[in-house]
């Protein structure tokens, strides 16, 4: 892709997901989550970037399997188009939370969206290692069901069979597609030290090590939330009927 295709991609997806933080807006809300109208919006728009990306990340890799075996140079139009229309979203996702959010709050997410802003964007001008941004993207299958979580959780359906078993498949694939895939990404990365230039590969050590560590935190808080205070509830409600 030239750089006007880029642009015209990342600036389309930009204008995209602004419509469809509008289009959210008039939908119907939840009572319990007119307390937080944006934040309803943001983890709408946030949830249609998983699901879309999730989808084209997967296809990359089906159409163009060659890709697998050349994560640095080998890729495809599809693949280049799906990497700039995610910097797109998180061009916009940044804005939206620096507007509406304050930074004590925030800032976590922030610092992550530039990160991935910066690897990704010297992935596409480069027109390298954009099978390596692919695979950083199949970590949006779990975020399909870790937007859900939190849908459910502001509507105020936090319990049930809909929020236990998405509670089971979201952490499921959050071993499998965000853990298992940042490790594998990790160990890709030392193994071909050689083939890549010492910036790209302190960028991308760096990157690692961060979203490794907020993976890991954001790991605990959902075992916590979901399984092991559900359990502590139980155990009481057990000792209470005895």
Wanted: charged share 15%; glycine share 4%; proline share 2%.
């Amino acid at each position: 892709m030239e750089l006007s295709s880029v642009i015209l991609t990342t600036g389309g997806s930009f204008g995209f997901f602004r419509l469809v933080n509008a289009g959210a807006g008039k939908l119907p809300m939840p009572e319990s989550a007119r307390r937080n109208a944006w934040k309803w919006r943001n983890i709408c728009v946030s949830f249609v970037h998983s699901f879309i990306t999730a989808i084209w990340a997967v296809l990359c890799f089906y159409r163009h399997p060659q890709m697998a075996e050349d994560l640095i140079e080998t890729h495809s139009e599809f693949s280049h188009a799906l990497v700039s229309f995610s910097i797109g979203y998180f061009i916009y996702d940044f804005f939206d939370m620096v507007m509406n959010q304050k930074l004590s709050q925030s800032w976590e997410l922030l610092f992550h969206h530039l990160v991935v802003i910066t690897c990704f964007g010297l992935s596409v001008l480069s027109c390298r290692y954009v099978g390596f941004a692919v695979v950083a993207l199949l970590v949006e299958i779990n975020s399909v069901f870790l937007h859900l979580r939190q849908t459910l959780r502001m509507a105020n359906i936090a319990t049930g069979t809909l929020y236990r078993v998405n509670s089971m498949i979201n952490l499921g694939t959050y071993v499998v597609f965000r853990i298992n895939t940042l490790a594998w990404m990790t160990r890709w990365l030392v193994l071909n030290r050689d083939k890549v230039p010492l910036l790209a590969y302190t960028l991308g050590s760096v990157g690692m090590a961060i979203m490794t560590a907020m993976n890991i935190v954001l790991f605990y808080r959902l075992l916590r939330s979901d399984f092991l205070k559900s359990s502590t509830r139980e155990t009481k409600k057990e000792k209470e009927m005895d």
